[in-house]
């Protein structure tokens, strides 16, 4: 675990630098609201400036199939770029090793969100 956490940690560094926007931070089902067919994310209390793919990827990792994605972006007139996708597994790893941090140790929780911290880092697919 050491060694996959000291790749996961020189892996953000090669991240780039983009524009900081307001982020949600806890992207999940509890938090979304579907009105007249748009997505709106309420509960703002973890409200962060970071990279907009950090909210997106922990979305589409967690929601939605990998094979729609590529879709999604070219509903909103983007193309999904490996650099995209990479920072689409890079960030659910994120999120899920944050989660895993925050149970108890020993706890079956903690041991779930490891198993999705190494998927995500392994750029696999959700297992859940």
């Known amino acids: 675990m050491r060694q996959v956490f000291q790749e996961f940690s020189k892996e953000a560094d090669t991240l780039g630098d983009v524009p900081l926007v307001p982020v949600h931070n806890e992207p999940n089902c509890k938090n979304m609201l579907v009105v007249h067919n748009d997505l709106l994310f309420i509960d703002w209390d973890e409200i962060t400036l970071a990279d907009p793919i950090r909210d997106l990827g922990v979305f589409l990792w967690w929601y939605v199939p990998q094979i729609q994605w ?3 972006f070219r509903c909103y007139g983007q ?4 650099d995209t996708k990479r920072k689409i597994y890079w960030f659910a790893a994120r999120a899920s090793l944050d989660v895993a941090l925050w149970h108890p140790e020993g706890s079956l929780q903690e041991e779930e969100f490891l198993t999705d911290f190494l998927a995500a880092h392994r750029k696999q697919p959700n297992g859940r």
Do not use: I, R
């Not at 193309?79 to 490996?82: P, V």
């Open 79 to 82: 193309a999904l770029t490996e």
């Open 70 to 72: 590529e879709t999604l």
